[in-house]
């Protein structure tokens, strides 16, 4: 039997650890990448990770893709039939702040990645997927809402400007090299294991601790947000789906909240009304965010299952349990 495995870079992630955690319950062998760097405390991405490394079928490499030699990252990939490449320099805020960072870990890290892809693609190779973790802050302020892939991206932020280019490069390589690309555009990820910088973790913790949550702009600003688990139910299809090679894909909530709605919903959730404190609005953070799913719905069958509500729930009691 031919030994085939599943690629996962940014396997500690907070996307990734739960892809790692799907494709294992699913009797997948993944190989799960990882450089643990400091963008946030590496101690929660070990948290992360911690049960399905104590699986056989999971093998956790702790390396910097970008420092690997070409021979490192071909027998990394040797018996890859799909890659998942997650692996990233995220934040929009943070990303005005150290650019280098963000052209490393988005641009050079993914580059990296196509190159060991584009050997791979041998009569004798495996893969047969490579599935790129895109975003929505490609958009910027759109010029439609919904907005469809075909919309002209205009990202307000040094991150969304790399990973725009992380995008074209795998585009470029699957339409000169064959490397059978598909890139999701994630809106406004949220769930266990969010990351500690982001929203909805910062809004709970805030609600924990007796705070201000801090709202930047008038609190009007909209957002599609998609909880984890539709997320990768969406990379999961990705992965065997027909004619989604050399495509983009947006995977999104399928409607657009305002922030002051969301609130009410985290008051609700809470079980009290928490206060609010506005503070001026930052610098590459898009007015407005919504995902036309059409092609997902498609082209992969994705349909979102998870309302707000619930996935507030849902991360609301693991921040509760992260912090008794």
């Known amino acids: 039997m031919t030994r085939v495995s599943i690629l996962v870079t940014g396997a500690a992630g907070f996307i990734g650890s739960h892809l790692c955690d799907a494709l ?4 997948e062998r993944v190989v799960g990448v ?42 990394l990939m040797r018996d890859a039939g799909v890659i998942y490449h997650l692996a990233a320099q995220a934040g929009v805020r943070a990303s005005w702040d150290d650019f280098d960072a963000y052209v490393r870990r988005n641009i050079t890290l993914t580059h990296r990645m196509l190159e060991a ?21 490609i958009y910027g302020d759109a010029e439609e809402l919904p907005t469809a892939e075909t919309s002209r991206p205009l990202p307000v932020s040094p991150y969304g400007v790399t990973k725009l280019a992380a995008e074209r490069l795998a585009l470029l390589y699957s339409a000169n090299f064959g490397v059978p690309v598909v890139a999701l555009r994630l809106f406004s990820v949220y769930g266990p294991r969010q990351r500690p910088d982001m929203g909805f973790n910062l809004f709970f913790r805030s609600a924990i601790e007796g705070a201000p949550i801090a709202i930047f702009g008038d609190g009007r600003q909209t957002r599609d947000f998609t909880y984890v ?15 989604v090679i050399g495509e983009v894909v947006n995977v999104g909530g399928g409607h657009r909240v305002s922030l002051m709605d969301v609130l009410d919903v985290i008051d609700d959730v809470v079980g009290r009304s928490v206060e609010r404190r506005f503070t001026g609005a930052m610098k590459g953070d898009a007015r407005h965010t919504a995902a036309d799913i059409t092609k997902a719905r498609k082209l992969l069958g994705y349909s979102p299952a998870i309302t707000l509500a619930q996935g507030l729930r849902a991360e609301w009691q693991w921040i509760r349990a992260s912090v008794a």
């Open 229 to 243: 688990a539709d997320v990768i139910a969406a990379m999961l299809a990705s992965a065997t789906a027909d004619r």
């Open 34 to 75: 990882d450089d643990f760097n400091p963008n946030y405390d590496p101690g929660l991405k070990r948290g992360n990770i911690a049960e399905v490394d104590s699986n056989p079928r999971f093998t956790l490499v702790e390396r910097d893709v970008t420092t690997m030699s070409d021979d490192e990252l071909d027998a």
């Open 24 to 27: 294992v319950a699913a009797g």
């Open 117 to 137: 892809a584009r050997r791979a693609m041998t009569p004798s190779g495996k893969l047969r997927r490579f599935v790129l973790a895109s975003t929505s802050s």
